[in-house]
């Protein structure tokens, strides 16, 4: 009998496991929220590192399903490749509700409201992945 | 022993659903590929949901660790938010090093090949996540 629970719970626990590495493969329904911004040429290195770090607490909004703050990387230069920019954030919301959530978030405007004399311009892709290849 | 042995197995399964929890909000190094396609005016409805699935085949190259495929949502008009384009694609890396392997794998020349005909304009963001508040 003790055996048969171990074997319920080893189970349970690797469906768990499956359930998560299949989160990270679907596709469908998500929002996907990409902003790039751009400083003022005056932005200080340290005004630049206090900016990472608020984009760091930004993304510790808990409706983020996944999130990566980025800068340009240093890939080979093609012409097709926008490297101009400051800073970069993907934010994925499980869907369009989650991310209108996010943005009336008080974390979120407060985020924009202690920053924003930072950059010069900010461009924002909400992408949203099709329900099917009809979309 | 043979409990020993069981609980054992236990802490290690708890572990790797841990590691797997883990690595969907780790963000050190990792490299975010974005992709915006704007596609001639005379593209049709048949030749987009095409390239739907050609995109959908492109995230199949096995080194891609998330990939999200999107259409402008509909998310509030305001003027920061660019909707313009007609798709757009967002994979993650591990590293540079793997999107390199990636920009060089044949499925991904065969989809430029097969498919550059129908974009007038392809804007390419390489994001890394830094690896400290430093960088």
Known sequence: MKLLVIVSLLSFLTATAMQATEAQTSSEGYLVHTVFFWFHEDVSEAESENFYEELQKLKQIDNILHG???????????????????????????????????????????????????????????????????N
């Not at 980025?70 to 869907?95: C, K, L, M, Q, W």
């Open 68 to 134: 990566w703050i980025g800068v340009p990387a240093a890939t080979e230069e093609r012409g097709v490749i926008d490297n101009t920019y400051d800073y970069s954030i993907t934010f994925v919301f499980e869907d369009e509700a989650a991310e209108h959530e996010y943005q009336v978030h008080p974390d979120h405007k407060r985020f924009i409201e202690t920053n924003s004399h930072l950059w010069q311009n900010v461009v924002v892709y909400d992408a949203i992945t099709p329900q099917s290849s009809d």
